[in-house]
């Protein structure tokens, strides 16, 4: 077997259908196989994976056994040469694996490979190329130098752009592939940490085994990223705990150093807890519909009790649209291609997966998110 995608689910139910669905498409012409490992959901994600995906291998977790453990339960019943760890609330192209099981790179020795990742509006996400946050590199992520020069960019491997693909240090578990002998050799995620600094370590540990991590720019990922986690205050204990973890685990620490740690540790973690609290949603003044399907186009609006345009992926669209891209008549490489070229357009847009019952999105990579459920 070529590929075993591994998804750990906790409480996202339906980015979880959204995210199966496109790599169901992605697989296509692949020897994979898909490993859904949920972290006792307290909501109806294992009965809908069930329902909907019966022949996909779902295991259920007793308790949250946090984002290593579970990960490396998946692994360890995996059959693929290849693994893709992938975060349930995702959305791959339909060439995405593909790609990057083509490239030529793995013949030079790398170790894991990542790739661009947007978030729900179409904006670039900088973290999924990173540089190991030494305590200098730490400092200009935590003082916000980095935003200055590239000469204080390494945190977010500011020597590539985002549209460039090269060696990185560091990249993020949202979405990653290996070989699964590499992962097993250097013994998975380390289960000492619950979440949040585990895939820096399993990235440094690559390195150190002499291995090069590659940033892959050529297929983009929608990661909705702010539906993952709930930026509160025990967000900001377990992040608190993970740079601890990552420090006191690789590096030699002096008591200066410490100290600096922990407050830019603390600060670093407010600003994130308040990053992540969900602003007021305005309400989309015109809804456009993409899609070939008039019956979908009347099915949308007597479900949602407004007017609808029915558009194009090349049609023009007022601000302050929200854009309800339809996964039944065009392709999810279609989609987020669309999402990110009309990115920064006053423009929201949401997803009708293929044969469900609900539209899902986000608007920005610290908002929760939205779904709508209709009625069956």
Same mark, same amino acid.
């Given at each position: 077997?070529?590929?075993?995608?591994?998804?750990?689910?906790?409480?996202?139910?339906?980015?979880?259908?959204?995210?199966?669905?496109?790599?169901?498409?992605?697989?296509?012409?692949?020897?994979?196989?898909?490993?859904?490992?949920?972290?006792?959901?307290?909501?109806?994600?294992?009965?809908?994976?069930?329902?909907?995906?019966?022949?996909?291998?779902?295991?259920?977790?007793?308790?949250?056994?946090?984002?290593?453990?579970?990960?490396?339960?998946?692994?360890?019943?995996?059959?693929?040469?290849?693994?893709?760890?992938?975060?349930?609330?995702?959305?791959?192209?339909?060439?995405?694996?593909?790609?990057?099981?083509?490239?030529?790179?793995?013949?030079?020795?790398?170790?894991?490979?990542?790739?661009?990742?947007?978030?729900?509006?179409?904006?670039?996400?900088?973290?999924?190329?990173?540089?190991?946050?030494?305590?200098?590199?730490?400092?200009?992520? %935590?003082?916000?130098?980095?935003?200055?020069?590239? +000469?204080? =960019? !390494?945190?977010? *491997?500011?020597?590539?752009? &985002? $549209?460039? /693909?090269?060696?990185?240090?560091?990249?993020?578990?949202?979405?990653?592939?290996?070989?699964?002998?590499?992962?097993?050799?250097?013994?998975?995620?380390?289960?000492?940490?619950?979440?949040?600094?585990?895939?820096?370590?399993?990235?440094?540990?690559?390195?150190?085994?002499?291995?090069?991590?590659?940033?892959?720019?050529?297929?983009?990922?929608?990661?909705?990223?702010?539906?993952?986690?709930?930026?509160?205050?025990?967000?900001?204990?377990?992040?608190?705990?993970?740079?601890?973890?990552?420090?006191?685990?690789?590096?030699?620490?002096?008591?200066?150093?410490?100290?600096?740690?922990?407050?830019? %540790?603390?600060?670093?973690?407010?600003?994130?807890? +308040?990053? =992540? !609290?969900?602003? *007021?949603?305005?309400?989309? &003044? $015109?809804? /456009?519909?993409?899609?070939?399907?008039?019956?979908?186009?009347?099915?949308?609006?007597?479900?949602?009790?407004?007017?609808?345009?029915?558009?194009?992926?090349?049609?023009?669209?007022?601000?302050?649209?929200?854009?309800?891209?339809?996964?039944?008549?065009?392709?999810?490489?279609?989609?987020?291609?669309?999402?990110?070229?009309?990115?920064?357009?006053?423009?929201?847009?949401?997803?009708?997966?293929?044969?469900?019952?609900?539209?899902?999105?986000?608007?920005?990579?610290?908002?929760?998110?939205?779904?709508?459920?209709?009625?069956?």
């Amino acid at each position: 077997m070529q590929l075993s995608v591994i998804i750990l689910n906790y409480n996202v139910r339906y980015f979880l259908e959204l995210c199966v669905l496109s790599v169901q498409k992605a697989l296509e012409g692949i020897e994979g196989e898909i490993i859904v490992i949920d972290n006792n959901s307290s909501d109806d994600s294992c009965a809908m994976m069930k329902h909907r995906f019966p022949n996909i291998k779902l295991i259920e977790n007793k308790e949250n056994v946090g984002f290593p453990k579970g990960n490396n339960i998946g692994v360890a019943q995996a059959k693929g040469e290849f693994i893709c760890i992938l975060n349930p609330d995702t959305v791959v192209a339909e060439d995405t694996f593909i790609k990057l099981l083509n490239t030529e790179h793995w013949s030079l020795n790398t170790g894991i490979t990542g790739c661009k990742l947007i978030d729900g509006s179409g904006n670039f996400l900088p973290e999924c190329k990173r540089g190991i946050p030494t305590p200098w590199v730490a400092f200009t992520k %935590i003082f916000g130098l980095y935003r200055l020069s590239n +000469f204080f =960019g !390494k945190y977010y *491997a500011q020597h590539l752009s &985002e $549209n460039q /693909s090269g060696k990185v240090e560091i990249l993020v578990g949202a979405f990653m592939v290996m070989k699964r002998d590499l992962y097993n050799e250097i013994g998975g995620f380390d289960e000492n940490c619950f979440m949040y600094s585990d895939d820096i370590d399993l990235s440094y540990r690559v390195l150190q085994k002499g291995k090069t991590n590659y940033y892959f720019h050529e297929t983009s990922v929608i990661h909705y990223k702010g539906e993952s986690t709930v930026k509160d205050e025990t967000y900001m204990k377990r992040f608190q705990e993970a740079m601890n973890f990552f420090y006191q685990k690789h590096f030699k620490v002096s008591v200066f150093f410490s100290v600096f740690m922990k407050i830019g %540790i603390v600060l670093f973690s407010f600003m994130k807890m +308040f990053q =992540g !609290k969900s602003k *007021a949603k305005k309400a989309p &003044e $015109n809804f /456009s519909l993409i899609s070939e399907s008039r019956e979908i186009k009347q099915q949308l609006e007597e479900k949602l009790q407004r007017r609808i345009r029915l558009g194009t992926l090349f049609s023009s669209f007022d601000k302050s649209s929200e854009i309800i891209l339809d996964a039944n008549n065009i392709s999810f490489k279609e989609i987020i291609s669309f999402i990110e070229t009309n990115k920064n357009k006053s423009l929201t847009f949401k997803i009708l997966p293929p044969n469900s019952n609900f539209i899902i999105g986000s608007n920005s990579s610290n908002d929760r998110g939205e779904v709508i459920v209709f009625d069956d």
